[in-house]
């Protein structure tokens, strides 16, 4: 290898492990906050949002705001979800996404379709359907849960949207997660005070102190 390839293979090699440090350090700070449906990953987001407000205007919950100076300047003005208080009511047209023009807040792309309006598969698309994204991550905590205890409950069943995230062992909930988008609307709908459902960022789950 030349010198100077040395030192360009050494430089990218910098720039690529700087770059994972800030990546490991922004994913590290969100662990504090809710992002609005569909963000980018964390960095992206953070390099996209404009700070515009547009999301946080769209949502018809008023369940986005702003994050204050506090959280740092990195997210300072960026928007997230007030899950601990309210609930996101999954929106069919998801305004607050609609609203974001610099796309830090984008659906993914539908799936592919041929000229005759169908999929790889060969079955017909009608109106695209997009699932609901993971916002937070839901837990039941049984020592406050009333049906761990005696009484029967059933109100965060009922508040449920989404086929399957609950599940039920007799009178007892439990969250399955391999459904559960983490909307929150089980915990509004929780009747102990504290509230035996628990909301986490999905940053609580995959980082590291």
């Known amino acids: 290898m030349s010198r100077r390839a040395f030192f360009r293979f050494s430089g990218r090699k910098i720039v690529e492990k700087a770059g994972q440090a ?13 992002r609005p449906p569909f963000a980018r990953d964390e960095l992206t987001f953070l390099t996209t949002c404009t700070r515009c407000q547009a999301c946080i205007d769209a949502c018809p919950e008023g369940l986005i705001f702003r994050l ?19 609930a996101c009511a999954l929106c069919t047209d998801w305004p607050c996404v609609a609203a974001c023009e610099p796309h830090a807040l984008r659906l993914p792309d539908p799936p592919e379709e041929d000229a005759t309006g169908a999929d790889p598969a060969g079955t017909e698309v009608a109106d695209h359907d997009m699932p609901a994204p993971a916002l937070a991550v839901v837990s039941i905590d049984v020592s406050t849960c009333l049906p761990y205890h005696g009484p029967e409950c059933g109100a965060c069943g009922t508040a449920c949207p989404i086929p399957g995230a609950l599940r039920w062992d007799g009178p007892r909930p439990r969250v399955d997660m391999a459904h559960c988008v983490g909307c929150g609307q089980c915990r509004v709908a929780c009747i102990t005070e504290p509230k035996a459902i628990d909301v986490r960022t999905i940053h609580a789950r995959t980082s590291t102190p």
């Not at 204050?68 to 309210?86: F, H, I, M, Q, Y």
């Open 68 to 86: 204050p100076v506090s959280v740092g300047v990195r997210a300072a003005g960026t928007p997230a979800l007030d899950l601990r208080n309210r």
């Open 22 to 34: 800030l990546d490991e350090t922004v994913r590290h700070d969100a662990r504090r906050w809710f």
